[in-house]
Structure formats: C-alpha cells, structure tokens
C-alpha cells in the first residue's frame, strides 16, 4: 500500500523530466508518493494536489505531509475526486493514479478530462503482482487493472508505455488533437 523507495526516485525523476507546474494525484494513503513527486518539481510556482477518499486517514496523512520539507508544496483535499476537481477547476500537467484498482476506468476518463495536450498520468500497480496476465484471476482489482490496461491499449489519444517496476508503473502521455482538415 506504499510506494518503495525506487518507485519514489523514479517518480521524483520523471516529475523533473516533465517538469509540471500543476501536479495531481489520486489517492494519497501515506503520502510517500506525494511527497516524492512534490520532491521532483522545479519550478517555484509548481505545486502538488492529492486526493484521499477515506477521511479515517486525513490525520494520519497530515501528520506524515507536516514533517516533509516539501510540505508547503501539498495541499492535501479530502474526498471524492469528482468533486474536489470541480473545486480545483484546472488542467493538470501532470496526473498520478494509485487509488481503488476497481475504478481505474473512472480515474482515467476523469484524468483525461482534467489533462493538457502533452501531459502525461502515471497509473501505478498495472501489472497487479501478474494477476493480470493469469486467467484464473477474477477478483475486481484485477478485472478492474486489466480493463484500465486495455482502455489505455486502445485509446488513440496517448501514448503508453508499461514499466515493471515493482507492481507496474505505466506511462501515458496524452497526445495533442489533431485538427480536422478543412
């Protein structure tokens, strides 16, 4: 339920390499995540916006982001991502998914609308320890991952790469429209 360390240097990594000014991710548990990406932005005006829907976890999250040198650059919103993005009201650069495997689908339709041209999602757990590949593997995070790793498959808007560290990280950047032609 937590990110190990070389996923937390390589998501400070890619934040450098993608350099966002606006920073979203669902679901927050710990917080390591968070602040490995908020360790990753460079610009002084970039800043990380997390959602948690379990608010049994709110103190538990603010007291881990409060010792954090990078805490001033998290502003952590408590609960339903739907509804907190309609307060935000902005694009995102870039998008971390690493919340309810069940509802990767509807995080990913969510992000997508909430996206510049050329940012990128990063989705983690999208390998599910193998599950994914085993056909005998019907619980719902499974199905759940398995059909996001199909939707983003066929999905002519990005572009993706799956990574297999740890449990599967991929790597979609959403690409610019195309115009149609006159």
């Given at each position: 339920?937590?990110?190990?360390?070389?996923?937390?240097?390589?998501?400070?990594?890619?934040?450098?390499?993608?350099?966002?000014?606006?920073?979203?991710?669902?679901?927050?548990?710990?917080?390591?995540?968070?602040?490995?990406?908020?360790?990753?932005?460079?610009?002084?005006?970039?800043?990380?916006?997390t959602i948690e829907i379990d608010d049994e976890l709110e103190d538990f999250i603010r007291e881990h982001l409060a010792q954090s040198p990078v805490?001033?650059?998290?502003?952590?919103?408590?609960?339903?991502?739907?509804?907190v993005l309609?307060?935000?009201?902005?694009?995102?650069?870039?998008?971390?998914?690493d919340a309810n495997k069940?509802?990767?689908?509807?995080?990913?339709?969510?992000?997508?609308?909430?996206?510049?041209?050329?940012?990128?999602?990063?989705?983690?757990n999208t390998l599910w320890d193998g599950k994914v590949t085993d056909p005998a593997c019907h619980d719902a995070q499974t199905l759940g991952i398995r059909d996001f790793n199909d939707r983003v498959a066929a999905d002519p808007r990005v572009e993706r790469v799956i990574l297999p560290l740890r449990d599967g990280l991929t790597l979609i950047r959403k690409l610019a429209s195309v115009a149609a032609d006159d």
């Open positions: 339920m937590c990110s190990g360390h070389l996923q937390g240097r390589l998501l400070k990594m890619l934040t450098r390499m993608i350099n966002p000014i606006h920073v979203l991710e669902l679901g927050t548990y710990s917080g390591y995540a968070t602040q490995c990406l908020a360790e990753g932005l460079m610009r002084d005006e970039a800043h990380v916006h805490a001033d650059r998290i502003t952590l919103h408590i609960g339903d991502a739907v509804e309609k307060e935000l009201d902005r694009k995102f650069d870039l998008i971390y998914i069940r509802d990767y689908i509807a995080y990913y339709d969510l992000a997508m609308g909430h996206l510049v041209e050329g940012g990128y999602i990063i989705a983690d």
